[in-house]
């Protein structure tokens, strides 16, 4: 079963919406995916998922009441297969915190194609932005899955 972490900096807008997302996603296509998120920094830890992002999640009928936010600790590299940043800043420091000697790191929406980074609502309010970066980025990574791409 492979096992998924989503990074972002706080852990309560961008990586607990994909971590619910494609949750939701993977158990709607049959996939036996776990999925987590946790942040590089400790500004946020204990905290809710931020008002924007549950908003979204409420929206979407998924579940996301009892996410805390929490630090990346070192074990997490050996607990999972793939290790998705949102954006490069999330990249980096993921890469000096563990390395990347099984090159587990990605970002997030370079399964889709792309260089960008996620938005990131904490500066622009705008979640429903997010939420389509993050919808995209999934569905590629499911796509990409189906495709035995990480077997």
């Known amino acids: 079963m492979l ?7 706080g852990n309560i807008c961008r990586s607990p919406m994909a971590e ?3 949750r939701d996603m993977c158990r709607k296509a049959g996939l036996e995916v776990v ?4 942040a590089t920094s ?7 998922v931020h008002r924007g992002t ?8 998924i579940d996301y009441s009892a ?5 990346i600790n070192r074990a997490d590299y050996d607990e999972y297969d793939l290790l ?14 563990w390395g990347d000697k099984e090159k587990k790191i990605h970002k997030l929406l370079e399964f889709a194609g792309r260089a960008d980074d996620v938005a990131d609502p904490w500066y622009t309010g705008n979640f429903e932005r997010t939420y389509l970066d993050v919808k995209e980025g999934c569905e590629a990574l499911i796509a990409a899955i189906m495709r035995g ?3």
Do not use: Y
Request: glycine share 8%.
């Open 3 to 9: 096992k998924i972490l989503f990074v972002c900096h």
């Open 20 to 22: 619910f997302v494609m």
């Open 35 to 38: 999925t987590a998120s946790a």
């Open 42 to 48: 400790t500004e946020e830890l204990g905290n809710p």
């Open 54 to 61: 549950a908003g979204i999640l409420r929206r979407l009928g």
């Open 67 to 71: 996410k805390r936010a929490r630090q």
């Open 84 to 97: 998705i940043g949102m954006d490069t800043a999330n990249i980096r420091n993921m890469t000096r915190f």
């Open 149 to 151: 791409d990480f077997d």
